[in-house]
């Protein structure tokens, strides 16, 4: 493999992503889902050593790697299989309408090269070859695809893979720093970009993006609070303890749909939940994090909460490992409605007839969740509809980690969750990103072929 | 009226737009359907003196504005009409795929309060109740709309007659400067922004919203080249030469969507038609444009036409008016491929075999446009799909001026004719810029009656 690192090579990539694009834009749909299939395949016969360098680089155990492989592989054919389908181009005709009696016809066309930035917290289901560049080649867009630096053989094993069996110039991996991934967004060959990490790193792409000549789109999944409300009738059921305090904690918190806020009834089955899931959260077991940073911003977290006013910190004894911070719902402002990575919640009680008001002043969020019993529901509407304007999903009686990869599924939502709120980085919508729609009026049926999407 | 005019009227007038938007978002359809049903018929009674303002401020034909006063009205009621159908939000449904087996549906919600910018050149349809209100109503979002500066008493006269039907705060006009523009857009409560303008005018406004502490899309739709194809069957064809002379000098040339580049073939047929169209182009009749800056820019166009070299300009003598720029296609660069507002068209003869690598340098267009007969369809494949690549809409045997408001309609493209090629400001899709999807998962059917859209 040639070298990938530093910003000649993203030139280079950027210039032969340009060169491929729009070859492979006019593949026929089920052309692409073909390769997408002879990716998945490639990434499987490639599987043991890609999760073993992604376990090496991440500190994530090698089973969840595997499911999270599984569903890598999953992704790429449910996309491929839903543009083959047609469904990402469902027929919208207007007979007749233009001059001349004319048909007007929208299809869809792909927008052209795609800057994909890997995550770190899914090294393989939002890395190199996850959802975005999976929906930008389900959609007929070249890929240059920068590693996450804390995981480059994670990247250049799953580079090796699809270089394989895609098209010269289609997939494209670069490796680097800050200065790399300006380099990336501003070449001039890249039409879009999809990224998935902090709010500091999203923005400095989308204030770049936002400088070109040509400005363009940047579907950036940033920082999300993802807060939870336990309706009255719900606080007795103790099982959510065990359940909220696994969401908190899996993956050593570092999931981007992580409830970091939990709002309890002030009733005593309320307060009784919040001190058994204070308990639970600091009992889970604790590994290392993804990256020293994100280990030491976990760690500040924590001495942070412990010398707020009137906040009470829940932990295991020790190295800094997942705890709870108890607050007054009047204190529900400023950093403890901040996203704070790493296996830690907020935990306020209010008075139900309270939520909707508090749920009015939380920033946007990829999820929201309330659990609930069927005696809640009737009172619930206002909360839920609050809660719908701040987030992309709300769940009722779950968790809000695992995402489904579906056609109904919205991985998205408000300012400063995501920067496009109008769109999702999961399931089958997720190729819409990439590509746009282009009307035809009065185009022969015999020159429609080229449109097929 | 109060005032409207100042940047303290702005802040207030967000602020009311903020207050409003959750309430008039949770409306039913229909019953928004109803109110933009009243503002078309406070319209229609208000006619004859919003006809007359807009005749006065403008410079354009009674007539004119008075089929323009029809198109606005007409797509208030389209758009109330797709909403209350419920066809803006089609029903996805993932079912049993979430854990639990719970189902994913996605619905739609109103993305909140939308700043309009009324455009002079359509003063009704793309005015302060135009198509970026209609949709941002239909949608479910408050309205913030600033008058065009030249046309201050049409903006008035549309703003009461929707006084009179909108509830508090869902509709508020304001007026100014380039300051109000950017304080308008940089007003907390807004969540999105609708522009019709020049290039200059919608950067400045992207930059502004990019620069926000909570980024919002800007769908502006800006300057556009519109190129025409004659494929070498259609060049024999005199009549294209009227229709084109018509396009480009309907309205003086002041449509978006006006052909600003004809490329004919290097043939007899493609010389004769060429002059043809040249002399119908300056035998155009002419009126006065838009505003004094817009009559200072054609003229400085048209002197600058005459000083290219290898240029021949066909002109009527006298003021400037109408005129035709002939160019050898290999001087096809520059400011040749700009749009240039007013009744001017630059015209070139290539071999039909160079069609596609030409379209290939062109930038981003609202509309691109291919006339052809059967026996041209063959070989056209190449050249439309690269067209395709850089428009919104492909017009074949057809002029590009003249936008149905319909289903399949696509009013945007690749930059610089839009800043968000994935949506469209005309027809029943541009309702989707101002609402987002949120995934319910889970969520039990008694309440989702409050996400009918």
């Known amino acids: ?17 340009g060169a491929a694009a729009e070859g492979f834009g006019a593949l026929a749909p089920a052309a692409r889902r073909d390769l997408l299939d002879a990716c998945a395949a490639a990434l499987e016969a490639a599987a043991d050593g890609i999760v073993a360098a992604a376990a090496d680089e991440s500190g994530l155990a090698p089973d969840a790697l595997r499911g ?19 469904r990402h181009a469902p027929e919208r005709v207007s007979a007749g309408v233009a001059a001349g009696s004319a048909d007007v016809r929208t299809v869809r066309v792909a927008v052209g090269p795609v800057a994909v930035f890997a995550a770190s917290n899914f090294p393989l289901a939002f890395g190199v070859a996850g959802g975005d560049t999976a929906a930008a080649l389900a959609a007929g867009c070249s890929v240059v695809a920068k590693a996450h630096p804390a995981q480059p053989e994670t990247g250049r094993a799953v580079a090796r893979a699809l270089g394989g069996v895609l098209p010269e110039g289609v997939f494209s991996l670069v490796e680097g720093g800050a200065d790399v991934s300006l380099a990336l967004v501003r070449a001039a060959e890249i039409r879009a970009v999809g990224f998935t990490g902090s709010l500091t790193g999203g923005r400095a792409l989308m204030d770049a993006a936002a400088a070109r000549p040509e400005p363009i789109p940047v ?3 940033m920082g999300s609070l993802n807060p939870v409300f336990v309706l009255p009738g719900a606080a007795g059921d103790e099982e959510w303890a065990a359940a909220l305090a696994g969401s908190v904690t899996r993956a050593m918190g570092q999931l981007c749909t992580k409830p970091g806020l939990v709002v309890l009834p002030e009733t005593p089955e309320g307060e009784k939940l919040a001190e058994a899931l204070a308990q639970a959260v600091a009992a889970a077991p604790s590994h290392r994090m993804l990256t020293a940073p994100m280990a030491r911003a976990h760690e500040a977290w924590g001495e942070a909460a412990r010398a707020l006013p009137d906040a009470a910190v829940t932990a295991a004894p020790g190295a800094p490992g997942p705890f709870a911070v108890r607050v007054p719902a009047t204190r529900l402002t400023g950093e403890l409605l ?5 296996p830690a919640v907020v935990l306020a009680t209010a008075p139900a007839s309270s939520y909707a008001a508090l749920a009015r002043t939380l920033p946007g ?15 619930a509407a206002p909360l839920l509809r609050a809660l719908a304007l701040r987030a992309g999903r709300v769940v009722w009686n779950g968790v ?3 995402v489904a990869v579906c056609e109904a599924m919205v ?25 746009r729609p282009v009307a035809l009026q009065g185009v022969p049926r015999g020159l429609l072929g080229g449109f097929a999407g």
């Open 338 to 342: 901040d996203e704070h990575f790493g």
């Open 1 to 17: 493999m040639t070298d990938t690192t530093g910003i000649a090579t993203v030139t280079e990539a950027a210039r032969r992503a």
């Open 365 to 379: 969020s990829l999820t929201a969740t309330l659990l609930g019993t069927p005696a809640d529901e009737p009172g």
């Open 219 to 221: 579907y950036a999944e």
């Open 68 to 86: 999270e492989m599984a569903r890598t592989t999953g992704q790429l054919r449910l996309l491929g299989a839903h543009v083959a389908a047609g």
């Open 411 to 435: 991985h998205g939502g408000p300012w400063p969750a995501t920067s496009a709120p109008w769109s999702t980085s999961v399931g089958t919508a997720a190729v819409d990103r990439f590509t």
């Open 400 to 402: 809000p980690t695992g």
